[in-house]
T-cell receptor, first 113, second 116 residues
Framework: QQQVKQSPQSLIVQKGGISIINCAYENTAFDYFPWYQQFPGKGPALLIAIRPDVSEKKEGRFTISFNKSAKQFSLHIMDSQPGDSATYFCAASGSVSGSRLTFGEGTQLTVNP | DTGVSQNPRHKITKRGQNVTFRCDPISEHNRLYWYRQTLGQGPEFLTYFQNEAQLEKSRLLSDRFSAERPKGSFSTLEIQRTEQGDSAMYLC??????????????FGPGTRLTVT
């Protein structure tokens, strides 16, 4: 049962460009939406997270946009750098489910120099 | 380094053997989670602990899998009679949990299991 759908599967951008990754969820009980960055052979690293009481959260070059009515959220990476090349996962969890994370399928981002 | 640690990092075993993995969470984190990640997929939840109590197990966790967290500190995940389909990265994460209302989960580097 896929509760979090992520797109695109892969993304190629030029250095300095904007990377945009989208996610949609089904479970209205979800109330916490993090993004993780994962490099090959490493565990996922928490990048940024948002709760549904705000529509946008920005931390440095990373911004989450959240649309509660559409049940969608997205990650924007501004001024993308080659070092940002990694796999990005969106996830969702809810307090009633013990906060276990349900992950999207991932987006492999390549930033060309 | 006070992050989540996992041992071993890699494990190669023959089908039918038993394996055990260990996870040491961030100090004072009372919630500990186990996830499994196969190539090209996102992590999938297996089970989690609040202190020493195992509160939820996924349907993915067959009878061959067992997890413990004695004394609410480190945790072990054991797989009995391994099968080739068990080959995956096993990830551990920890969080402060409900007491602090913090849902931020921090992952360890994972244990890569290969069943031959």
């Amino acid at each position: 049962q896929q509760q979090v759908k992520q797109s695109p599967q892969s993304l190629i951008v030029q250095k300095g460009g904007i990377s945009i990754i989208n996610c949609a969820y089904e479970n209205t009980a979800f109330d916490y939406f993090p993004w993780y960055q994962q490099f090959p052979g490493k565990g996922p690293a928490l990048l940024i997270a948002i709760r549904p009481d705000v529509s946008e959260k920005k931390e440095g070059r990373f911004t989450i946009s959240f649309n509660k009515s559409a049940k969608q959220f997205s990650l924007h990476i501004m001024d993308s750098q080659p070092g940002d090349s990694a796999t990005y996962f969106c996830a969702a969890s809810g307090s009633v489910s013990g906060s276990r994370l349900t992950f999207g399928e991932g987006t492999q981002l390549t930033v060309n120099p | 380094d006070t992050g989540v640690s996992q041992n071993p990092r890699h494990k190669i075993t023959k089908r039918g053997q038993n394996v055990t993995f260990r996870c040491d969470p961030i100090s004072e984190h009372n919630r500990l989670y186990w996830y499994r990640q196969t190539l090209g997929q996102g992590p999938e939840f297996l089970t989690y602990f609040q202190n020493e109590a195992q509160l939820e197990k996924s349907r993915l966790l067959s009878d061959r899998f067992s997890a413990e967290r004695p004394k609410g500190s480190f945790s072990t995940l054991e797989i009995q009679r391994t099968e080739q389909g068990d080959s995956a990265m096993y990830l551990c994460a920890s969080s402060l949990g409900a007491r602090s209302r913090s849902y931020e989960q921090y992952f360890g580097p994972g244990t890569r299991l290969t069943v031959t």
